[in-house]
């Protein structure tokens, strides 16, 4: 699914990010004119920039930062083995370990690092940039750290911090999208809407809508990972069977009607087109390997009711009816309709989950 060929409106694009990410408590106060806005970078970039003028305005996070300094004066532990080697007495100094409680802390290093990425890219609306300017004076003594992988590992929220989650989802989000060309430095990004970054977007936004929105009391969603079950039948080699070498069955979307004893499971599939022709007909039809992975996952449940699937495709134009579109019964086919209005959206999601289940 391709920006230009299948445009996702900006609004719903956000919204989908809020549920992904877990912070839909704040869509509406930042989409206040975001239709100003028709570029998926642009509105991320005016998103972080409104959010880092918040935390201006509340106070940064500190931490308690280890820090090792040559000093006059006494301060936390002295380090006596490295204060010898340097031969800091001579010199009336002391080698000190102490902590520091500070804003020069990952969390705002990389949000420091992020607003001077957002300056260098030259598609970014110049609005934003000015503001970013603004807001980058705040973090003098910061440093500027990248959010790489090991880096994230040493992310931990707690109700102190949460309120970077957002901010930080958005400068992951920035920084993965991100290629330098190796010739001259400069740093472009990727098409936002191909199937690989949207696909995780797309199956966490569903995962999080319906355990939002759908009523807890009747309703249970989650995304287990099933185990592969093993044959009843005696092994013709003699040997207990083995799952080791097999792929896991992380499923996306699982939802079960403690009331009725069904499971529904859902498999997001973020693809440009759901039907596919093939050699052997040019007439489309559903994707083989797609329909065999939602088996393979229903085989595989050890829920002891009534198992269901669903594979759901996202589109922009054509819709497939999933209560029109199934496979003997209990594999549903359906498809969402991102181009209409959010409420729509909402209301389509949730009638399917009730019928199907």
């Known amino acids: 699914m391709s920006e230009k060929r299948n445009p996702i409106p900006i609004k719903n694009l956000f919204y989908m990010l809020c549920y992904a990410w877990n912070v839909l408590s704040i869509k509406d106060e930042i989409l206040v004119g975001t239709d100003d806005y028709d570029d998926a970078y642009n509105i991320l970039g005016r998103v972080f920039s409104f959010g880092i003028g918040k935390l201006i305005r509340s106070g940064f996070h500190r931490s308690y930062i280890q820090r090792k300094e040559e000093r006059s004066i006494l301060r936390g532990k002295v380090n006596v083995q490295e204060s010898i080697n340097r031969l800091s007495a001579q010199r009336k100094m002391l080698i000190c370990n102490y902590d520091e409680y500070s804003t020069d802390d990952i969390f705002n290093q990389i949000l420091n690092y992020t607003i001077a990425a957002l300056l ?45 989650k957002l901010l930080i989802c958005i400068a992951i989000m920035l920084y993965d999208n991100t290629t330098i060309n190796e010739e001259d430095g400069k740093e472009t990004f990727k098409d936002f809407f191909r199937e690989d970054q949207m696909q995780k977007v797309y199956e966490m936004f569903l995962l999080n809508f319906y355990a939002m929105n759908l009523d807890r009391s009747k309703y249970k969603v989650y995304a287990p990972k099933f185990t592969w079950l093993k044959s009843t039948e005696e092994d013709i080699w003699g040997d207990d069977e083995s799952t080791e070498l097999m792929p896991e069955l992380r499923t996306d979307i699982v939802i079960e009607n403690k009331v009725k004893g069904i499971q529904l499971i859902i498999d997001a599939k973020y693809y440009q087109e759901a039907l596919v022709t093939s050699h052997h007909s040019n007439a489309p ?73």
């Open 120 to 164: 260098r890219h030259p598609n970014v609306d110049i609005s934003i940039k000015k503001d970013l300017k603004k807001q980058k004076v705040f973090f003098a003594g910061i440093a500027e750290t990248a959010p790489t992988k090991s880096n994230r590992k040493k992310l931990s929220y707690n109700r102190n911090n949460v309120t970077y």
């Open 285 to 357: 039809k559903f994707r083989r390997d797609h329909i065999s992975q939602v088996f393979t996952y229903m085989a595989n449940s050890p829920f002891l009711g009534i198992k269901r699937g669903a594979l759901m495709y996202p589109t922009v134009v054509d819709v497939i009816d999933g209560h029109k579109n199934t496979l003997h019964g209990f594999i549903f086919f359906k498809s969402i309709n991102l181009n209409q209005d959010w409420r729509d959206i909402s209301k389509e999601l949730l009638l399917f989950a009730e019928k199907a289940n």
